[in-house]
């Protein structure tokens, strides 16, 4: 079992940035790929980005590319999400997930946290 906790998350004006966090505790020995994902008000939870164990294999959602950076730091069990030029179509929860090897979807999900950004 993998909990997973997400925080950084608030209310920032249209062009700010917001770094969010993911850490993971349970069975974090087992190597996992990680993403972040968001649902806004009445939408369905769309992905945002994606992290391969090692780190070297990033995977971005187009309307987020160049402005979102997805890192992870295996050693404290942590992933972020360095959110740029925010957007007010950036609000929504953000959820962090992990996919345990060979697994076709995600395992884990944490409980979100809220992202608000005002024009």
């Known amino acids: 079992q993998v909990l997973l906790v997400e925080s950084g998350g608030g209310l920032v004006q249209a062009g700010g940035s917001l770094r969010l966090s993911c850490a993971a505790s349970?069975?974090?020995?087992?190597?996992?790929?990680m993403a972040w994902f968001r649902q806004a008000p009445g939408k369905e939870r769309e992905f945002v980005a994606a992290i391969s164990w090692s780190g070297e294999s990033t995977f971005y959602a187009d309307s987020v590319k160049g402005r979102f950076t997805i890192s992870r730091d295996n050693a404290k069990n942590t992933m972020y999400l360095q959110m740029n030029s925010l957007k007010p179509e950036d609000t929504a929860v953000y959820f962090c997930?992990?996919?345990?090897?060979?697994?076709?979807?995600?395992?884990?999900w944490g409980q979100g946290t809220q992202v608000t950004v005002s024009s």
């Open positions: 997930a992990a996919a345990l090897p060979h697994s076709p979807e995600y395992d884990y």
């Open positions: 349970g069975r974090t020995f087992s190597p996992y790929g």
